[in-house]
């Protein structure tokens, strides 16, 4: 026969796990949530009238070697670059996912535009690390489109 104080020891045992379940759940809601507020707030650097008026630089300028690129926009490309650098790092550390990166954000232009800037600057500086996580941003963009056209076939 089941006293009350079987009865007392399980109800508590299955609230203690029924609580601990619905603290799972809810640290991983919150993290989600702080992964989606800080992929949406990221746009509003994206968007600013410097970051703008920086990747129309890039984009328009022409040039002919490094030291002509230099001359014409380099704190502009390093702006640009430095801004996909650090999507990079945060995509790489899995605290962006990389599907919301190709839906926002046109990263390929900007690192065909740049590549050979940054070639020739992983050279000059001796450094081939040097924005290599706007690299593998982009190698992972690559796939991660690749993917979503195999899902849609």
């Given at each position: 026969?089941v006293?009350?104080?079987?009865i007392s020891?399980?109800?508590?045992?299955?609230?203690?796990?029924?609580?601990?379940?619905?603290?799972?759940?809810?640290?991983?809601?919150?993290?989600?949530?702080?992964?989606?507020?800080?992929?949406m707030r990221?746009?509003s650097?994206?968007?600013s009238?410097?970051?703008?008026?920086s990747?129309?630089?890039v984009?328009r300028?022409e040039?002919?070697?490094?030291?002509d690129?230099?001359?014409?926009c380099?704190?502009e490309?390093?702006q640009v670059?430095g801004?996909?650098?650090?999507?990079?790092?945060?995509v790489?550390?899995?605290?962006?996912?990389?599907a919301?990166?190709?839906?926002?954000y046109?990263v390929?232009?900007?690192?065909?535009?740049?590549k050979?800037?940054?070639?020739?600057?992983r050279?000059?500086?001796?450094?081939p690390k040097l924005?290599?996580?706007?690299e593998?941003?982009?190698?992972?963009?690559r796939?991660g489109?690749?993917k979503?056209?195999?899902?849609?076939v």
């Amino acid at each position: 026969m089941v006293d009350i104080q079987t009865i007392s020891i399980v109800v508590a045992a299955a609230s203690v796990v029924a609580g601990v379940i619905y603290s799972v759940i809810e640290i991983r809601q919150q993290t989600k949530l702080r992964h989606t507020d800080f992929i949406m707030r990221m746009p509003s650097t994206f968007t600013s009238r410097e970051f703008l008026e920086s990747w129309a630089t890039v984009g328009r300028t022409e040039f002919n070697n490094y030291e002509d690129f230099v001359e014409k926009c380099f704190v502009e490309a390093s702006q640009v670059a430095g801004f996909c650098e650090n999507l990079g790092v945060l995509v790489n550390r899995k605290l962006v996912d990389i599907a919301l990166v190709i839906d926002l954000y046109a990263v390929d232009e900007a690192w065909e535009k740049l590549k050979p800037w940054i070639q020739d600057s992983r050279k000059r500086a001796n450094n081939p690390k040097l924005y290599e996580w706007f690299e593998y941003l982009c190698n992972e963009m690559r796939k991660g489109e690749q993917k979503l056209q195999q899902l849609k076939v």
